[in-house]
């Protein structure tokens, strides 16, 4: 299991990546590296907080579990992150919720549209991104310390 400094370190580094790319040509790789950063710091939350620990930890474990509900059993392990980080960080609830949403567009040309990514993600769209994400970062080090 990746320690806080990891999680850490591969949420900067996505960062980084992801402002050097900004709204350019490969804005959707922008908006997969704003959104794999996000994750990462909202790892680093959960680490810090004993309750929580490693959130894939905690959903295999509540989903082997008896006293488990059967919603919870339901959940994709992105829909368990997004219900913990709405009761523990609801500040960046809609924006942590957006980036995965675009971003599977991006990834999974699931947009009704037939764009590919990059016809897809507009430059606004990925500096939005892009401003979601240091909403996400600047928050969880806040709360961190």
Known sequence: MASIDKHKNQAEHNFKLAN???????RDWTIT?????????TNLLFLSDPKIGHI???FTKLNYSTDTADQVKQMSIHAFRESIIKRKLPSIRTQY???REISEAARYLESSSGMTGP??????????????????KTEVLKLLK
């Open 20 to 26: 050097s790319l900004g709204d350019g040509e490969y």
């Open 33 to 41: 590296t704003c959104f794999y950063s996000a994750l990462h710091f």
């Open 56 to 58: 894939d930890d905690l």
């Open 119 to 136: 016809e897809y993600i507009k430059p606004a769209l990925a500096q939005h991104a892009l401003n979601d994400l240091l909403t996400i």
């Open 97 to 99: 919720r957006q980036l």
